[in-house]
């Protein structure tokens, strides 16, 4: 091809595609973008970004050099107009990941010194007072020689103390005061030195010490009985059906729980007998919404799925969930068919529990004129996975972290895990399987059209962005444990972090021990039979 072809070339793919934007454009944002022709005769330049397939196509063409020097200086500026473009459309994406994690960062931030203030507030104003008034009110067997403990907030940390934050007369948080009072600790292997606090490093004359480690088995042990469960069942299993007709009587008459269950499963128990007219439902979103600050307790009758279920019921703080299994494999779900003796267990506490952490999730469309347009984020206690769809084109991801460049994967796709997603699709994918308490994102390739990629984990701190470029070949696809898909148009992102939500689930022996039972029951992980002594051997 000639070389002033290539140019003519530019022009022709890069013309239909600014006239097609333009009207589009002009239908759909009058008001920015102005109908009439710019004066100056220079081409709008949000149009052009939205040719970068073709800006792309000409970065990749072979500079015009030699022979007619208009024709190359007129190639070179095009070049130079290309390539501000590309870097143009590249800094607003960044720009735009970025506002969002500061607002979100913000908000924490804001969060977390209302609930200092609220505190110190509290301290000063009750001095201790509340806590004795709660200890009374509390009962017996909770509060040691009528006195309870003052979380020191070196050992654990108290439910109550979080609880009463917020303000102090609101209807809300009379609500929130209803609930079942807890104590989180951290195991400290007998040692009782006030070195055991939550921070990770310390300092000891000068030096930098590990103070604490970050994820020890934690014990929640009820400060005040646990009064309101929600049971949720997996749908259409008559063996559940029948488990979970069971639990909600021995609960109510062995334990005289308040109980709520889903509106198709309180229609279940009405058709079995009238006897369960006493449970609790809800009618709306708004009410799931709510659903944290009443309940003490989640009870799962399924496999899996359903606790991932639950997880996604709970868009902020999670209630500790007790997981039965009535599944096939069952990685989070350490009960199996003991309901009473193990309810019965987990009433009284205490009970070693695993922080599931979760990935928060946002979709910036390139689209969204700005960020108050930007979609609700969402949790995934599994994983969120960005593949092709149905299309049979390569995906292409630009991946950054803390915005860093991190790869492109070019592939099926790629999952960002989290550690208890380790065991899941992760794990089908190659990814290494990881203790659900060791905090870490796995970032995982789906099939990489690449011999050298493989599976990376990151710390749990950073924020990590994924992008389709606007030259991408195809649209993506992200869906959230399997569940919830959306399309990624060229041009759109997702900006995940670690929510400061995890979902706390009780442990039937603790984190570790059931950890590995699942590998090994699940999976039959490294089974091999021993090799015998009899044989050549060294000795
Ligand atoms: N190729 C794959 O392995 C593959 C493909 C798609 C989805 N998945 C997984 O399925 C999950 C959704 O589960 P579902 O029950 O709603 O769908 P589902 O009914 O299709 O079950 C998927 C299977 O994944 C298992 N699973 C789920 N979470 C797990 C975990 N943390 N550790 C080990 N195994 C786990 C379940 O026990 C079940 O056997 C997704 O989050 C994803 O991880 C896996
Ligand atoms: N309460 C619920 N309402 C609606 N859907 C649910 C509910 N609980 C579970 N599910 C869905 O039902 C599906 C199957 O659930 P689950 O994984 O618990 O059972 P399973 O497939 O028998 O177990 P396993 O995956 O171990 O074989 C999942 O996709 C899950 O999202």
Redesign the pocket.
């Known amino acids: 091809m000639k070389r002033i072809d290539l140019v003519y070339q530019f022009l022709g793919t890069i013309a239909p595609e600014i006239r097609k934007e333009f009207r589009n454009r002009k239908l759909k944002r009058e008001a920015i973008i102005p109908t009439s022709q710019p004066e100056n005769g220079f081409i709008d330049p949000v149009m052009l970004v939205t040719s970068e397939k073709a800006v792309h196509d000409l970065l990749q063409q072979i500079p015009v050099h030699g022979g007619d020097d208009n024709l190359t200086e007129f190639s070179e500026s095009l070049r130079t107009v290309a390539k501000a473009l590309t870097r143009a459309a590249e800094g607003k994406a960044s720009a735009q990941a970025e506002a969002v994690d500061w607002k979100r960062k913000y908000k924490l931030e804001r969060a977390r010194n209302l609930q200092l203030e609220q505190k110190e507030k509290f301290s000063r104003c009750h001095n201790g007072d509340l806590y004795r008034e709660r200890a009374e009110s509390i009962g017996n067997g909770y509060a040691a020689n009528g006195k309870l403990e003052r979380c020191c907030g070196k050992h654990g940390i108290c439910s109550h103390e979080v609880l009463s934050d917020g303000q102090a007369d609101s209807p809300v948080q009379n609500k929130t005061m209803k609930k079942a009072s807890f104590k989180l600790s951290w195991c400290c292997n007998g040692d009782q030195s006030d070195r055991h606090n939550h921070d990770i490093v310390s300092f000891e004359k000068g030096n930098i010490i590990t103070a604490s480690r970050s994820s020890k088995q934690i014990s929640l042990k009820w400060e005040s009985p646990p009064q309101t469960v929600l049971i949720?069942?997996?749908?259409n299993?008559v063996s559940v059906q029948v488990l979970c007709a069971r639990m909600v009587r021995w609960l109510k008459e062995q334990k005289n729980l308040k109980i709520y269950v889903?509106p198709?499963v309180k229609r279940e128990l009405l058709v079995e007998s009238c006897f369960f007219k006493f449970v609790e439902t809800w009618k709306d979103d708004h009410e799931i919404s709510n659903l944290h600050s009443k309940v003490d307790l989640v009870v799962?009758l399924?496999?899996?799925?359903?606790?991932?279920?639950a997880a996604s019921m709970f868009k902020g703080p999670v209630p500790p969930i007790v997981p039965f299994?009535?599944?096939?494999?069952?990685f989070m779900?350490p009960f199996l068919e003991h309901y009473r003796e193990d309810l019965d267990s987990v009433l009284k506490g205490p009970i070693s529990i695993t922080l599931r952490h979760r990935l928060q999730c946002q979709v910036i469309r390139d689209s969204a004129k700005n960020e108050n347009e930007a979609e609700e984020p969402i949790l995934a206690l599994n994983e969120v996975t960005i593949d092709r769809g149905i299309s049979s084109y390569l995906t292409n991801l630009e991946c950054y972290c803390d915005n860093s460049f991190v790869t492109r994967v070019q592939g099926d796709g790629m999952i960002l895990s989290t550690t208890s997603g380790s065991t899941a699709y992760s794990l089908a994918a190659g990814g290494s399987m990881v203790h659900p308490q060791v905090p870490g994102i796995l970032f995982t390739p789906i099939c990489p059209h690449s011999l050298s990629f493989r599976p990376l984990i990151l710390p749990e701190h950073v924020t990590i962005r994924v992008q389709v470029p606007l030259n991408s070949r195809s649209p993506g696809w992200a869906s959230f444990d399997?569940?919830d898909r959306r399309q990624l148009a060229a041009g759109d992102a997702l900006v995940f972090s670690m929510a400061p939500w995890p979902v706390p689930t009780a442990c039937l022996v603790d984190s570790t021990s059931d950890f590995l039972k699942s590998i090994h029951d699940g999976l039959h992980w490294n089974l091999r039979r021993t090799q015998s002594f009899d044989g050549p051997h060294d000795l």
């Open positions: 949720l069942t997996k749908p299993s889903e198709r799962t399924g496999g899996d799925g359903t606790v991932l279920w299994s009535l599944g096939s494999l069952g779900t399997g569940k």
